[in-house]
């Protein structure tokens, strides 16, 4: 499913912003002219229970270590472009939405994201991006909030 399919079908109002390509989370908050804290980068990883989703902010670095600890596997490490490029069929490579229903995953958030009103991220290619109200994200993603990242 389409990122904006299923925002639609829950109902989600948001913004869909185009922009010229960009390849990484801190290179779209430039182009959207917004800070790094508030754009939502994904990172996935991969422990003994399959794929999950962290979602962190642009401008920090995930904590293995502490998602290891949530997930409850010591094993747990970030995925490869190719796991990734596996998982997430339907977007371009680097681009895909901090969504983990879209591909049957569960999603771990950094608390940081929580504070913010606003979360802007790619939708699925690298020239267009989304903006929805955080409280929003959260009502479709449901993710486990926690502190995952490293500023």
């Given amino acids: 499913m389409k990122l904006e399919?299923?925002?639609?079908?829950r109902e989600i109002e948001f913004e869909r912003m185009v922009h010229p390509p960009v390849y990484t989370s801190q290179?779209?908050?430039?182009?959207?002219?917004?800070?790094?804290?508030?754009?939502?980068?994904?990172?996935?990883?991969r422990s003994n229970?399959?794929?999950?989703?962290?979602?962190?902010?642009?401008s920090a670095r995930l904590n293995v270590t502490r998602v290891a600890q949530l997930l409850g596997d010591v094993?747990?490490?970030?995925?490869?472009?190719?796991?990734l490029a596996e998982v997430c069929r339907d977007c371009e490579l680097g681009a895909e939405p901090p969504i983990g229903d879209m591909f049957g995953l569960d999603t771990l958030m950094d608390d940081a994201l929580h504070d913010e009103e606003f979360l802007v991220f790619q939708a699925g290619d690298?020239?267009?991006?989304?903006?929805?109200?955080?409280?929003?994200?959260?009502?479709?993603?449901?993710?486990?909030?926690?502190?995952?990242?490293?500023?």
Wanted: with cysteine; charged share 25%; glycine share 4%.
């Fill in 5 to 9: 399919e299923l925002l639609g079908q």
């Fill in 75 to 83: 094993e747990t490490r970030l995925a490869t472009e190719a796991e």
């Fill in 27 to 45: 290179a779209l908050a430039a182009a959207e002219h917004v800070s790094g804290h508030c754009v939502a980068k994904p990172v996935l990883v």
């Fill in 126 to 151: 690298h020239t267009s991006s989304v903006k929805i109200r955080r409280s929003d994200y959260e009502r479709v993603v449901h993710p486990t909030v926690d502190s995952i990242a490293y500023e």
């Fill in 49 to 58: 229970r399959g794929f999950s989703m962290c979602v962190l902010p642009a």
